[in-house]
């Protein structure tokens, strides 16, 4: 298993990514937004591949949006099959579903559940 990407929740989203541009090379995705949400994002590459994806929301939805923190650890897990397994293995512990499984707007299949510290992990494809 590799991590796929980390979040990070930004208070000004266009300075960071130009922070990290400049400083670190990455290379900038398309800015992806939900309206309803008042969320937006970018995903950044790094050089060896590695991504993050910088992060901010007008306002915090449902309590996890903790400006200037770590948002979530990303994990790749291969299928959309082994996100919901994944996800039934976490609930049969008594861990929470917070959110999924989806299809998210910028196109992952996607769960997130909490670990049993309440840090915030993203099944993804």
């Known amino acids: 298993m590799r991590i796929e990407h980390v979040g990070l929740w930004v208070h ?3 300075q960071m990514k130009a922070f990290y541009q400049t400083m670190f090379q990455a290379t900038a995705g398309e800015l992806y937004e939900n309206h309803k ?3 937006q994002s970018y995903f950044l590459t790094f050089e060896e ?11 915090e939805m449902d309590g996890l949006a903790v400006k200037g923190q770590y948002a979530h650890l990303a994990l ?7 996100v919901d397994e994944l996800v039934a293995k976490f609930q049969a512990q008594g ?3 917070l959110n999924g499984p989806r299809v998210t707007g910028d196109g992952y299949y996607e769960a997130v559940v909490q670990d049993p510290e309440q ?3 993203e099944l993804t494809v």
């Open 119 to 121: 840090n915030l992990i």
């Open 76 to 82: 790749p897990v291969g299928s959309e099959a082994m």
């Open 12 to 14: 000004d989203l266009e």
């Open 37 to 39: 949400k008042g969320f």
């Open 95 to 97: 861990l929470p579903l």
């Open 49 to 59: 591949g590695a991504r993050s994806e910088i992060m901010h929301q007008d306002s």
